[in-house]
């Protein structure tokens, strides 16, 4: 049986050229040979964050690379100022809970982008907050929250560290690293970076990086989630070994033929590609009477979130697209699980074909619910 062709928020379609790279045979993790292959996988990832400062890459999901980021910067007892209008802003709340930290929350509503005001005014009621936390692109509803005026007005209001959830953003909406001033960001292998899931992502500014340091030795750590301990491999050993487990090699190569394909096209290009594809699919969701989640300028074209025609589930979309056309989306979260479908346009792969498909079949579904 074909798979399906998947339109989901992650993971994503792979390109031909990455599946032929997974095909290859294992490399050793360790050696000349492969620190080559992990040290320009490294400088592309830094080209696609905008950066100048150190990039991680961890066996494991985003979540993981959240978790470590979280666990190296921040003590158990540290206040972080946390932006919060999703599932996913959710999870940024729980992984910081999670390593002991007091958490101070900004909230809003889920169909809205968060509030860089409630961001400076959270600051100055809490002026010993070392951290401020955001998700860039909400995974969980297509909200693209605006980082850069965020990250300008904490770092206007404090010495905070500016922490970016950006698993889902990363390649497929605006973000400059550096320029924004974002100390910690997050990403994942899996989804706008069009290569297969496996790979955590963190970028650390310098000045995240000099309060990494700066914990004494005396800290109870975790020994895997450490990045202080993956940068004493970097410096220590950087001809042959330089990060501490062993690595899924396949999968390392895999996204380095991705960030060549994806810097080859050009980030903006693609996005671009991107918007082309969702403005389509868009178009087609309202015309069907789906109106969407949120105004296209407040998303990215990356994830499509669009509701339900009344009475109809969002299940029965996904599974008769699934069934009929062999086409993969998916329902909403929380409380718009059940009347609410997103739809992802990431990676490569996706051609004006499968959203022409995607189009079609849900011109057929509808017109089939109509005439019951």
């Given amino acids: 049986m074909k798979p399906p062709r998947l339109l989901i928020p992650g993971p994503v379609e792979l390109e031909a050229e990455v599946l032929a790279v997974l095909a290859q045979p294992v490399q050793a993790h360790y050696g000349a040979a492969w620190v080559e292959v992990h040290n320009e996988t490294i400088a592309l990832l830094a080209q696609v ?45 729980d992984i910081l809970r999670s390593n002991g930290v007091s958490v101070v929350l900004v909230e809003c509503d889920p169909r809205q982008p968060l509030d860089p005001d409630a961001f400076a005014q959270a600051l100055r009621a809490h002026p010993d907050a070392v951290g401020v936390a955001a998700v860039h ?14 990250a300008r007005r904490v770092h206007e209001a404090s010495d905070a560290l500016m922490m970016v959830d950006a698993v889902t953003g990363l390649a497929g909406a605006p973000l400059e690293t550096d320029v924004w001033g974002i100390d910690l960001c997050v990403s ?14 963190v970028a650390v500014s310098e000045a995240a990086w000099a309060k990494i340091s700066a914990r004494g030795e005396d800290v109870p750590r975790s020994w895997y989630l450490d990045l202080k301990r993956w940068g004493w491999y970097v410096e220590n050993w950087a001809d042959w070994h330089p990060f501490p487990v062993t690595m899924p090699t396949s999968v390392v190569l895999a996204l380095r ?17 991107y918007a082309r594809m969702a403005g389509t699919l868009r178009a087609a969701l309202v015309e069907l009477g789906m109106p969407l989640f949120a105004p296209p300028e407040q998303t990215a074209p990356t994830i499509t979130a669009a509701y339900c ?64």
């Fill in 309 to 372: 025609p009344p009475g109809v589930p969002s299940a029965a979309i996904r599974d008769t697209l699934l069934r009929e056309c062999g086409l993969q989306i998916t329902t909403g979260f929380g409380p718009f699980k059940e009347n609410v479908i997103r739809a992802g346009i990431m990676g490569g792969a996706l051609t004006d074909a499968d959203i022409d498909a995607l189009v079609a079949g849900l011109r057929a579904f509808v017109g089939q619910s109509v005439s019951r």
């Fill in 257 to 273: 033929q991705a960030l060549r394909s994806l810097l080859g096209e050009g980030v903006a290009v693609r996005r671009a590609r």
């Fill in 49 to 93: 964050y905008e950066t100048q400062g150190r990039v991680f890459m961890l066996p494991g999901s985003g979540s993981l690379a959240v978790d470590a980021a979280v666990h190296s910067a921040f003590l158990p007892g540290e206040k972080v100022v946390v932006g919060n209008n999703g599932w996913f802003g959710e999870r940024l709340r």
């Fill in 188 to 201: 994942a292998s899996q989804k706008a970076l069009g290569a297969p899931a496996g790979l955590g992502l």
């Fill in 137 to 150: 692109l909400e995974t969980s509803t297509g909200i693209l929250n605006p980082i850069d005026e965020i």
